[in-house]
């Protein structure tokens, strides 16, 4: 078993650099373009390829070392996220038109650095659990850190061929994660439905991209832009179709209305810390392959697609909002929340504009902390076996575990959009976007809906401080690995606080990651000075408010 299991790793190992491979042949260069050489391919490859290096090691660490010794994992883990971070940082911003496959820029820089940081939080929160739950083995700290690196290649992927060996690598692991709690039942059920679901949305994204090849000669985002671009003047018709396959299959990773079915089971059935890593990392993942295709232009025409996602987010926000009302667990709560949220983050991806997708970045930074946040606390709370996860028996837990009764309030408040927290400056800034590109009635429903979960996020709060307790009562975890995730916590909840009232400098790196989304889609090489510093004015006055259209 240990010998599949380092054999699969082998395989994951191997997707980044297979893709890279033929990311560029000579061939494949257009207008005299020359091809990138060996050593610039394992440049913009090198975080995806440091973080399934790093994975790999804490894998076999964790098949052949004693398991006294297994404890230093997350610590490994943890270390080769922080190399990846830094190569993130260090590697060089190359563009090579639409010959190429991996793009790597200011967006790609910022998403990655913010999917990194929640692979850190989700794997200091899962050290405690881990334990008390005997799931030490090093197979749940390398399969989350090969899930991110599939994030971190759907983010950077400007072809539809690496944006499917992207989503496979985030996705494998999750099944294996969502059951690695074996001795339950509702683990194996949440696995098997995420792995039967999961693929019926990969088989769609093969099929669209099957269909897409076929009608314009490639896979690239900017092919397959200029080909919708000729639709409405007799091409292909099996190019719209094939569009269509691909925005289903994200819709289900992002978990849009009507393809969200999976999440409120799968989120209560898996292990807590899973449930949180799946809920930032693959939402995330899922809305930075839409930005990179919505600036590419590849979205075909744009009366149409505005139509099609104004139904998707007002269908997601309301349905999502009406359902979490009526949940008594709170795991299912958070899931339905999640979806809400996700009609949320497609308003910046509606806007197609820089505003709009820099409000999208910000909104998924605090959107994470807060999340995080919130199912780290449910986790502690649930004793052993996640036997504690009902209202019911949340009723008085603030009393005996007031720190973490303080904790869980802040992130359903920010969770709500209350101030002065960072979740009320995030839908600030997203409704804004909308409302900048005219999106008026999408917006009257996002505030609505936004009213409606005020109810659900406080009713947690009520029951936890104003009434009697009930239920049996978790048992509050002891030592160290309880203080590392109460110290995790409240620098979630710092996070929380702080990103709302000094959100400038994420502003700001949000706003040069947008510039450089949007500067990529339209084929221009983007300039990179350094994360924080102030952005390039390569667009003219005016530009960063003017929404993209296809073919640009």
């Given at each position: 078993?240990?010998?599949?299991?380092?054999?699969?790793?082998?395989?994951?190992?191997?997707?980044?650099?297979?893709?890279?491979?033929?990311?560029?042949?000579?061939?494949?260069?257009?207008?005299?373009?020359?091809?990138?050489?060996?050593?610039?391919?394992?440049?913009?490859?090198?975080?995806?390829?440091?973080?399934?290096?790093?994975?790999?090691?804490?894998?076999?660490?964790?098949?052949?070392?004693?398991?006294?010794?297994?404890?230093?994992?997350?610590?490994?883990?943890?270390?080769?996220?922080?190399?990846?971070?830094?190569?993130?940082?260090?590697?060089?911003?190359?563009?090579?038109?639409?010959?190429?496959?991996?793009?790597?820029?200011?967006?790609?820089?910022?998403?990655?650095?913010?999917?990194?940081?929640?692979?850190?939080?989700?794997?200091?929160?899962?050290?405690?659990?881990?334990?008390?739950?005997?799931?030490?083995?090093?197979?749940?700290?390398?399969?989350?850190?090969?899930?991110?690196?599939?994030?971190?290649?759907?983010?950077?992927?400007?072809?539809?061929?690496?944006?499917?060996?992207?989503?496979?690598?985030?996705?494998?692991?999750?099944?294996?994660?969502?059951?690695?709690?074996?001795?339950?039942?509702?683990?194996?059920?949440?696995?098997?439905?995420?792995?039967?679901?999961?693929?019926?949305a990969s088989s769609f994204l093969v099929f669209g991209a099957a269909l897409v090849f076929a009608s314009v000669g490639g896979t690239g985002y900017r092919e397959m832009a200029l080909g919708l671009l000729l639709l409405g003047r007799g091409a292909d018709a099996l190019l719209a179709t094939g569009a269509a396959m691909v925005l289903i299959a994200l819709a289900f990773k992002v978990a849009l209305v009507p393809f969200h079915w999976w999440t409120p089971d799968v989120y209560q059935g898996a292990p807590t810390p899973v449930t949180a890593f799946m809920s930032i990392v693959a939402k995330a993942a899922g809305f930075a392959a839409l930005v990179r295709i919505v600036s590419a232009g590849a979205h075909g025409d744009s009366a149409a697609w505005d139509?099609?996602?104004?139904?998707?987010?007002?269908?997601?926000?309301?349905?999502?909002?009406?359902?979490?009302?009526?949940?008594?667990?709170?795991?299912?709560?958070?899931?339905?929340?999640?979806?809400?949220?996700?009609?949320?983050?497609?308003?910046?991806?509606?806007?197609?504009?820089?505003?709009?997708?820099?409000?999208?970045?910000?909104?998924?930074?605090?959107?994470?902390?807060?999340?995080?946040?919130?199912?780290?606390?449910?986790?502690?709370?649930?004793?052993?076996?996640?036997?504690?996860?009902?209202?019911?028996?949340?009723?008085?837990?603030?009393?005996?575990?007031?720190?973490?009764?303080?904790?869980?309030?802040?992130?359903?408040?920010?969770?709500?959009?209350?101030?002065?927290?960072?979740?009320?400056?995030?839908?600030?800034?997203?409704?804004?976007?909308?409302?900048?590109?005219?999106?008026?009635?999408?917006?009257?429903?996002?505030?609505?809906?936004?009213?409606?979960?005020?109810?659900?996020?406080?009713?947690?709060?009520?029951?936890?401080?104003?009434?009697?307790?009930?239920?049996?009562?978790?048992?509050?975890?002891?030592?160290?690995?309880?203080?590392?995730?109460?110290?995790?916590?409240?620098?979630?909840?710092?996070?929380?606080?702080?990103?709302?009232?000094?959100?400038?400098?994420?502003?700001?790196?949000?706003?040069?990651?947008?510039?450089?989304?949007?500067?990529?889609?339209?084929?221009?090489?983007?300039?990179?000075?350094?994360?924080?510093?102030?952005?390039?004015?390569?667009?003219?006055?005016?530009?960063?408010?003017?929404?993209?259209?296809?073919?640009?």
């Amino acid at each position: 078993m240990r010998l599949r299991t380092v054999g699969s790793a082998a395989v994951l190992l191997a997707l980044p650099a297979a893709a890279h491979a033929v990311a560029l042949t000579p061939e494949a260069s257009e207008g005299g373009r020359a091809a990138l050489s060996l050593y610039e391919l394992l440049l913009i490859s090198a975080p995806a390829a440091a973080l399934c290096a790093a994975a790999t090691l804490v894998m076999m660490v964790g098949a052949f070392w004693p398991g006294s010794g297994r404890m230093v994992l997350p610590w490994l883990a943890l270390a080769g996220i922080a190399a990846t971070g830094w190569v993130t940082l260090a590697a060089p911003a190359l563009y090579g038109g639409p010959a190429m496959m991996l793009l790597t820029d200011e967006f790609t820089v910022v998403f990655s650095l913010l999917v990194l940081a929640a692979t850190a939080v989700a794997i200091l929160a899962s050290v405690n659990y881990v334990v008390r739950e005997e799931m030490t083995r090093g197979e749940y700290y390398s399969l989350m850190m090969f899930s991110a690196a599939g994030a971190l290649l759907m983010g950077a992927a400007d072809d539809l061929i690496l944006l499917f060996m992207g989503l496979e690598l985030l996705s494998i692991p999750l099944y294996v994660l969502a059951g690695f709690a074996r001795g339950r039942e509702p683990s194996k059920e949440a696995a098997l439905k995420y792995f039967l679901l999961g693929a019926f949305a990969s088989s769609f994204l093969v099929f669209g991209a099957a269909l897409v090849f076929a009608s314009v000669g490639g896979t690239g985002y900017r092919e397959m832009a200029l080909g919708l671009l000729l639709l409405g003047r007799g091409a292909d018709a099996l190019l719209a179709t094939g569009a269509a396959m691909v925005l289903i299959a994200l819709a289900f990773k992002v978990a849009l209305v009507p393809f969200h079915w999976w999440t409120p089971d799968v989120y209560q059935g898996a292990p807590t810390p899973v449930t949180a890593f799946m809920s930032i990392v693959a939402k995330a993942a899922g809305f930075a392959a839409l930005v990179r295709i919505v600036s590419a232009g590849a979205h075909g025409d744009s009366a149409a697609w505005d139509a099609l996602l104004w139904v998707l987010a007002a269908a997601t926000m309301i349905w999502g909002n009406l359902l979490a009302l009526a949940q008594q667990n709170v795991k299912r709560l958070l899931a339905y929340s999640s979806i809400g949220h996700a009609g949320y983050l497609l308003l910046g991806v509606l806007a197609g504009s820089v505003n709009g997708f820099s409000s999208l970045l910000f909104y998924l930074a605090a959107y994470g902390a807060t999340t995080l946040g919130a199912f780290t606390v449910a986790a502690l709370l649930a004793g052993r076996g996640d036997r504690v996860e009902s209202l019911y028996e949340y009723r008085g837990a603030a009393r005996r575990h007031p720190f973490l009764g303080a904790l869980m309030a802040v992130f359903m408040f920010s969770l709500a959009g209350i101030p002065p927290f960072a979740g009320f400056f995030a839908k600030l800034y997203i409704f804004l976007a909308a409302l900048e590109r005219g999106y008026v009635g999408l917006t009257v429903i996002a505030v609505l809906t936004s009213v409606v979960a005020v109810y659900y996020y406080l009713r947690v709060s009520v029951v936890m401080w104003m009434e009697e307790p009930g239920g049996a009562p978790a048992t509050e975890p002891e030592g160290g690995r309880a203080r590392l995730s109460v110290a995790t916590l409240a620098l979630l909840a710092a996070a929380v606080s702080l990103l709302g009232i000094f959100s400038s400098p994420v502003v700001r790196w949000s706003d040069r990651a947008a510039i450089a989304a949007v500067e990529t889609g339209r084929g221009v090489a983007p300039r990179r000075s350094g994360i924080g510093q102030a952005p390039p004015s390569i667009l003219p006055a005016g530009e960063a408010a003017r929404p993209l259209r296809h073919g640009e």
